[in-house]
Nanobody, 126 residues
Framework: QVQLVESGGGLVQAGDSLRLSCAAS????????MGWFRQAPGKEREFVAG????????DSADSVKGRFTISRDNSKGTVYLQMNVLKPEDTAVYYC???????????????????WGQGTQVTVSS
């Protein structure tokens, strides 16, 4: 089982940028699809962005398209989420997840992922 640890969260102002990192240990991430999800207080966990095992395919939620970018560095066993032009509605706990099924597409649903990190808080003030 792969262990995932997120970092990079914090308190920022609207319009600022943050880069989240997700480091893996235990197993290589090379063949795993990876995703970022977020959960705001009182809301369900939602898909933010995902990347296929090869890195050739990515997808993101409409609410973050054009602002957030997911990428991966398999040599470092790390996945990133670059978040630009942050908005107060982006405030949430952000989770990194691994999909070990070797699917060739990007998983869009939490049920498609089988390893999760503990999350990192992102707070955007207006």
């Amino acid at each position: 089982q792969v262990q995932l640890v997120e970092s990079g969260g914090g308190l920022v102002q609207a319009g600022d940028s943050l880069r989240l990192s997700c480091a893996a240990s235990g197993r290589t991430l090379s063949n795993y699809g990876m995703g970022w999800f977020r959960q705001a207080p009182g809301k369900e966990r939602e898909f933010v962005a995902g990347i296929s095992g090869t890195g050739r395919m990515t997808d993101s939620a409409d609410s973050v398209k054009g602002r957030f970018t997911i990428s991966r560095d398999n040599s470092k066993g790390t996945v990133y989420l670059q978040m630009n032009v942050l908005k107060p509605e982006d405030t949430a706990v952000y989770y990194c997840a691994a999909d070990q099924s070797h699917r060739i597409t990007v998983g869009l649903f939490a049920a498609e992922y089988d390893s999760w990190g503990q999350g990192t808080q992102v707070t955007v003030s207006s």
